[in-house]
């Protein structure tokens, strides 16, 4: 199993499954967080609670069991903050490993 945080900005990458993580609270909003990443622990705690973010894991588990499901995107807008959280999360769960696509860009 792969797992690939991207940004819909630069485009999606070739994976089985796409979620959005687009609805989430942009982190990139609050000053405190903007320079940090999702990888960040308090960027991190503010994506993974929001409901949309509970949602998104709850499904890509699900997915992420399903046998012809071999890689899963999760993206946001520019791949730094709400979709590197969830495919962290996602990895750890699934324990899977995690690329971070855009999140130098």
Do not use: Y
């Amino acid at each position: 199993m792969k797992i690939i945080s991207f940004g819909f900005k630069w485009g999606k990458p070739d994976v089985d499954i796409v979620f959005d993580a687009r609805r989430i609270r942009n982190p990139h909003q609050d000053k405190k967080l903007r320079k940090l990443r999702g990888t960040d622990a308090q960027v991190a705690n503010q994506v993974l609670r929001h409901r949309a973010a509970i949602k998104i894991l709850r499904e890509a588990v699900e997915a992420g069991k399903q046998p012809h499901i071999a890689s899963i995107g999760v993206g946001c807008t520019g791949g730094h903050h709400r979709s590197v959280a969830i495919a962290v999360e996602l990895g750890r769960r699934l324990h899977a490993h995690v690329t971070h696509r855009d999140i130098n860009k």
